[in-house]
């Protein structure tokens, strides 16, 4: 049995690769019209990941760096289910995330902002999804900061994502944003994607069902990932009643 390509990126739903108000598109992006090659071996396939190879900490941001006690500031959790473009769970997928601290401070040594860093807090995790595509971390809610993009430009709380799953053609990195959160809508990243709809799926959403009552609030955030052809088998032509 072959493996089914991956159905074709829709860039309609995707910011475009230059946007001047967001600076640094300026160098990363392509000045030349894209190629859509047919999916070769190295984009249908991809790593596959264990259990094995996660530690028990792994998915606990609040405790797989501490030391001497607890980081600083708001527990969450935060949850999802990763599905195909079709709404198929995509199961053993990795999700790394990324974050600064409660202060808006990455532990990185190029971040120089003058929040400190919080010695308990290393800001990064990773969890693969159950059978049902199902993911959850635990974490400190990230705080803003001050970057050079203009003059007095702050970016929101945001968590990054790194999402591998079947194929390096699912492959996905993003950020999500939290509701409620007044610098969204003047972020000039977020004002690279082209639609409020599609803003509002960067946001993730509030889930009070499903707080821990004093200890943490809980938001839920979806994600979606290029979906598959149908596979065939060999002898079948596709198009054909055989």
């Not at 198929?88 to 120089?112: I, T």
């Not at 929040?115 to 969890?127: S, W």
């Not at 709809?197 to 979606?224: C, G, K, M, W």
Request: hydrophobic share 35%; net charge neutral; with cysteine.
């Amino acid at each position: 049995m072959t493996i089914g390509e991956f159905v074709e990126r829709d860039f309609t739903v995707h910011p475009p690769a230059l946007t001047p108000d967001y600076k640094t598109s300026v160098l990363r992006s392509p000045r030349s019209a894209l190629i859509s090659p047919r999916n070769t071996l190295s984009e249908v396939t991809g790593p596959v990941f264990g259990a094995n190879e996660l530690g028990d900490k792994d998915n606990d941001l609040i405790l797989n760096f501490a030391t001497d006690g607890l980081p600083i500031g708001e527990r969450l959790i935060v949850h999802g289910y990763v599905r195909d473009e079709f709404g198929n769970p995509v199961s053993g997928a990795l999700v790394e995330v990324w974050q600064a601290n409660s202060g808006g401070r990455y532990r990185h040594k190029k971040d120089q902002y003058l929040a400190p860093i919080d010695p308990n807090f290393g800001g990064c995790g990773r969890m693969l999804t159950d059978r049902n595509g199902y993911y959850v971390f635990r974490t400190i809610k990230p705080g803003p900061y001050p970057w050079p993009n203009n003059t007095n430009s702050w970016r929101p709380a945001h968590i990054h994502m790194s999402l591998s799953a079947d194929g390096w053609a699912q492959r996905l990195i993003t950020q999500l944003y939290f509701e409620g959160d007044p610098l969204i809508e003047r972020c000039p990243i977020v004002r690279t994607v082209p639609t409020v709809e599609q803003v509002r799926s960067l946001i993730a959403q509030e889930d009070p069902a499903n707080h821990v009552p004093f200890d943490a609030r809980t938001y839920r955030f979806d994600v979606t990932l290029r979906g598959r052809r149908a596979t065939f088998f060999e002898n079948t032509v596709p198009g054909s009643s055989r």
